[in-house]
């Protein structure tokens, strides 16, 4: 090459003056306070091409310079970008004016094609980024959420799902304890259930088992990731066996109330009639409900939902805070004292919880591991869960089915949109909660998959629901559960106190009996 990296950085790049406003249209558009990020992202897609781009013509009018080592960075950044231009062009050598006319017909042509596609999204940020993950396969940042999303499953029809069959090994070594044969776990074949539950006591590998198969999982099909963690783990490699969850799934981490999620959890979904305001109200009166200690009488009920219906009808977005506001004001019209539900009320938002920022349909495309530690209270732990399954179940339900493949590799395989991860489910399932219900009963044919893990049988005697008949695959490790349970949810010969470390228990949909297996 007759070019060097510092005469490089120091050029003055440019392109056509029609394209350089739209460069600031994009800035618009898109969000981004600097003219490089559209330049980049147009320069990038255009490069993705086999082809070259068309040169500007002699003569063209020009727009505002930028500086090679701001439009490109410095070091081993640039050094990639120079790479990248040079070999699109034939791998010949470049001159400094050569190589600005070259970037500014990439420039050019990118934009283009960024401003029709942004025409095919009907100017909709959420399904242009889509159409380019899809299309062009780049790699998409968060703007408002903030951190990188992976995002590299199949898009159809303006939506990321998985495709083809989908099998875990049950564990690190995932192997039966007589024959030594591999054991694996097909979530979504047809006929089965993508649920699974994984119990065992502490220490006993039931977090560890869980990591490994979500890391099969998502080598396999990169759909996103929403998990719950009340201890604090799951994001150590310790817990992991050597992986970190927030890393395998590219996944952010939000730990409210210190750092709110943001999720419009209260959102209406396409329709703000009448009777959408009315079911969000009484959803989120329900979730209320099933608040520990927060028993509600009918004065109360009744209360909760009039405010509720009047703080969705009048904000958008609706937030916790307008809720309380709505219902200070019901208490004062009926000259009702402060009470449980109140007190409650205030409580919850004494700490933002959720920032609204992403809508639902966004906010599950991309992974989230929601931190909630001991540290965080009871009220706010509980109502996070259930306010946020909430909002997914409501998500998912509004979705077409998620389709089959009619391949016959695929063996009927039904594909996935995401997968939610509960430790420490006993926090939720003695709160009763209807969402999980449904997500559970409902889920799979909208392409949910639900993981619960939790210490023993026994929790799960506390739910309304029979989940574990729903489940695909039902796991447990040494624990000292009551003999009934362990009956109920395995069989008679199954005895979890004699297990040794890393096996475990495993029932499977579809199969009579019980397996001991290796699973670490």
């Known amino acids: 090459m007759s070019i060097s990296l510092v005469e490089v950085a120091g050029a003055n790049f440019r392109t056509g003056y ?100 942004w025409s095919r999204a009907d100017a909709d940020l959420a399904q242009f980024v889509r ?65 699974s539950a994984i119990m065992g006591g502490v220490g006993s590998g039931k977090t560890r088992t869980a990591v490994a198969m979500l890391r099969a999982i998502r080598e396999q099909a990169e759909v996103p990731l929403l998990a719950f963690d009340f201890k604090g783990d799951l994001g ?37 009639d009448q009777i959408a305001i009315d079911g969000a109200a009484m959803r989120f009166r329900e979730c209320f409900a099933h608040l520990k200690g927060s028993r509600l009488g009918e004065k109360q009920r009744t209360a909760l939902y009039d405010a509720a219906t009047q ?24 000259e009702m004292k402060e009470d449980g539900a109140l007190a409650t009320m205030r409580e919850l938002c004494r700490f933002p919880l959720f920032k609204p920022a992403l809508p639902p349909a966004e906010f599950f495309r991309h992974s989230w591991l929601i931190k909630l530690p001991p540290s965080v209270p009871a009220d ?34 039904r594909s996935l949109r995401i997968i939610c991860l509960v430790d420490e489910a006993h926090h939720v399932l003695r709160t009763k909660l209807p969402s999980l219900s449904n997500l559970i009963r409902m889920s ?17 005697s506390a739910a309304d629901d029979d989940f574990l008949a729903e489940m695909g695959l039902v796991a447990a490790f040494a624990t000292n559960a009551a003999p009934r349970h362990v009956k109920r949810i395995l069989s008679k010969g199954a005895n979890l106190s004699r297990l040794q470390t890393g096996q475990c228990f495993i029932k499977r949909r579809g199969e009579p009996t019980v397996r001991k297996i290796k699973a670490w």
Request: net charge negative.
């Open 18 to 117: 029609d394209s350089d406003q739209l460069n600031t249209d994009f800035m618009g558009r898109l969000g981004m306070r600097k003219r490089y990020l559209p330049a980049r992202l147009a320069i990038a897609l255009s490069l993705a091409r086999p082809s070259q781009p068309p040169p500007l013509p002699k003569g063209a009018d020009w727009g505002k310079v930028i500086k090679g080592d701001t439009l490109f960075g410095t070091g081993t950044e640039l050094s990639v970008w120079l790479a990248l231009i040079v070999e699109r062009s034939g791998g010949s050598a470049l001159d400094t004016e050569q190589l600005i006319a070259l970037v500014a017909a990439h420039w050019q042509r990118g934009l283009d094609l960024l401003d029709d596609e």
């Open 236 to 272: 150590t490699d310790e817990a992991g066996g050597g992986y970190r969850l927030d890393e395998l799934f590219a996944a952010k981490t939000p730990a409210p109330p210190r750092e709110p999620i943001p999720l419009d959890v209260l959102a209406l979904g396409a329709g703000r």
């Open 444 to 460: 799979r044919s909208k392409g949910g998959a639900i993981m619960l893990i939790s210490q023993s049988p026994d929790d799960f």
């Open 131 to 195: 159409r380019l993950v899809g299309e062009a396969g780049l790699p998409i940042t968060g703007v408002e959420a903030g951190g990188q999303y992976d995002v590299r499953a199949d898009v159809q029809g303006g939506e990321i799902v998985s495709s083809g069959r989908i099998e875990a090994p049950i564990g690190e070594v995932a192997k039966d304890a007589a024959t030594d044969e591999p054991v694996f776990w097909q979530l979504n074949g047809a006929g089965g259930s993508p649920h």
């Open 380 to 413: 706010h732990r509980s109502i996070v869960v259930n306010l946020t399954l909430n909002a997914l179940d409501q998500y998912l339900n509004s979705l077409a089915d998620a389709p089959t493949d009619a391949d016959a590799d695929g063996d009927g395989a």
């Open 311 to 334: 703080a969705l009808g009048n904000k958008t977005p609706c937030d916790l805070g307008h809720i309380l506001a709505a219902l200070t004001n019901v208490y004062e019209e009926r």
